[in-house]
């Protein structure tokens, strides 16, 4: 079985096996998310930060807490 242990300011999403940041881009607590953001963006952003953007499955299990 393989572990994952997750970056600081990330949380686990046990079913799904990844990780996700633990708070709505600029995963800064008590800061407001980011709005208005185009998908280009946001996936541009994402990228600078090596990281991508999750899938729909992803984020579906993410929102269940799964």
Known sequence: MRVIICPEG??????GKFCIDSYEW???KDQL???DVSYEEAAQTCAKEGKRLCTSEE????????
């Open 10 to 15: 990330m949380q686990l999403i046990e079913n």
């Open 26 to 28: 600029p995963n800064k």
């Open 33 to 35: 998310p980011k709005v």
């Open 59 to 66: 984020w579906q299990m993410a929102c269940r807490n799964q």
